[in-house]
C-alpha cells in the first residue's frame, strides 16, 4: 500500500517515488520505489526514514503549476463550447421560444379580448 510520495533519493532524478511500509522483519520501516528511475530506497538508517516519513500525497508533492494551467485552460474553455453545442439546441429553442410566444401572444390576445369584452 502506498501511504505518499516523496522526491526521489536518487541523484538526478526529482520524480514521485512511492512510499510504502516495509513488510516481515522490516515492517517498522519505510521504503521508497521510484518508476522513473527504477531506484528503491530502503535504507533504515535515521535519516532516510525521517525523509521517508514526509511523505505527501503525489498532488501535493507535485503542486505542478501544470495542473493549474489545466484548469484554467478547461476554464477558459468552456465559455467558448457553449457555441458549439448551441447551434443544435438552437433550433429547439428557437421552437420552443416561438411556441411561449405564440402562447404569450395566444394568452395576451385571449386577455385583451376578455378586457374588451369587459
Ligand atoms: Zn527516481
Redesign the pocket.
Known amino acids: 500500500m502506498i501511504l505518499g510520495y516523496v522526491k ?3 541523484p538526478n ?1 526529482n ?1 514521485a ?1 512511492e512510499v510504502s511500509q516495509c513488510s516481515g522483519k522490516r515492517s517498522a520501516y519505510l521504503k521508497g520505489r ?6 528503491t530506497e530502503q535504507r533504515s538508517n535515521a535519516n532516510t526514514q525521517d525523509y521517508l516519513k514526509q511523505h505527501k500525497p503525489l498532488e501535493e508533492l507535485n503542486p505542478a503549476p501544470v495542473e493549474q494551467t489545466e484548469e484554467l485552460e478547461v476554464l477558459q474553455e468552456a465559455p467558448t463550447e457553449p457555441p458549439k453545442s448551441d447551434t443544435e439546441p438552437k433550433g429547439v429553442s428557437t421552437l420552443f421560444c416561438a411556441g411561449i410566444g405564440a402562447f404569450i401572444g395566444l394568452t395576451l390576445g385571449k386577455a385583451v379580448t376578455v378586457l374588451r369584452a369587459v
Open positions: 526521489c533519493t536518487a532524478c520524480e517515488m521510484c518508476h522513473v528511475c527504477k531506484c
